[in-house]
Nanobody, 124 residues
Framework: QVQLVESGGGLVQAGGSLRLSCAAS????????MGWFRQAPGKEREFVAA????????DYADSVNGRFTISRVNAKNMVYLQMNSLKPEVTAVYYC?????????????????WGQGTQVTVSA
């Protein structure tokens, strides 16, 4: 069983940066792939980024590639999403998710555990 708690969201102006954090509990965190997803108002939740258990493999949605960076520190049971050059269209609730398999996946159905989400709002 893994519990996930996101933090770091907030209100930022366009062009600014935020770093989201996801704190995970559970002794097997280091063997799980981790992902970030987001859900904007009136839209379905979508894939943002994912990282393998070791951190050696990363995957990004085309819309964030080059501006967002996913990372993890297994010794601290933490996953991060560094978001730069933020635009108003990325305003959403951001969710952290854990997949028992070690390789990052894009489908939401691959992830067994989810956090409650953290709100990110980017003003124009």
């Amino acid at each position: 069983q893994v519990q996930l708690v996101e933090s770091g969201g907030g209100l930022v102006q366009a062009g600014g940066s935020l770093r989201l954090s996801c704190a995970a509990s559970g002794p097997t965190f280091g063997t799980y792939a981790m992902g970030w997803f987001r859900q904007a108002p009136g839209k379905e939740r979508e894939f943002v980024a994912a990282i393998s258990w070791s951190g050696g493999t990363k995957d990004y949605a085309d819309s964030v590639n080059g501006r967002f960076t996913i990372s993890r520190v297994n010794a601290k049971n933490m996953v991060y999403l560094q978001m730069n050059s933020l635009k108003p269209e990325v305003t959403a609730v951001y969710y952290c998710a854990a997949d028992r398999r070690p390789i990052p996946q894009r489908p939401q159905s691959a992830y067994e555990y989810w956090g409650q989400g953290t709100q990110v709002t980017v003003s124009a």
